[in-house]
């Protein structure tokens, strides 16, 4: 299951997410989604992980959970597909 991380600390690195997501299972990856002009995080990130019992226990052991100084905002990720568009910024 992909899981949706949103309002992480601009500090957050990857291997932080992931300790903090391992605590309720096996991690495939922890990724910090980062700004490609600035190289700044974007402030959200994504979890996987194999085992969806283990993925739904962590989605309800850290979301509103502080993490850095920040309360997290933690889901099941939506496909792309599902998403609404932005504006495109050229």
């Known amino acids: 299951m ?3 991380v949103g309002n992480l ?11 903090a997501f391992e605590a309720f299972g096996e991690v495939s990856s922890a990724k910090v989604i980062m700004d ?15 085992d969806d019992s283990a993925a739904k226990e962590a989605i309800e052991g850290m979301n509103n959970k502080d993490l850095g100084g920040r309360t ?13 568009r932005g504006p495109r910024r050229f």
């Open 2 to 4: 992909n899981i949706y």
């Open 9 to 19: 600390s601009w500090n957050t690195n990857d291997d932080e997410l992931r300790g």
């Open 36 to 50: 490609r002009e600035t190289g700044r995080s974007r402030g959200f990130g994504f979890v996987e992980m194999p």
């Open 72 to 84: 997290l905002r933690v889901n099941e990720a939506r496909p792309r597909d599902d998403r609404p």
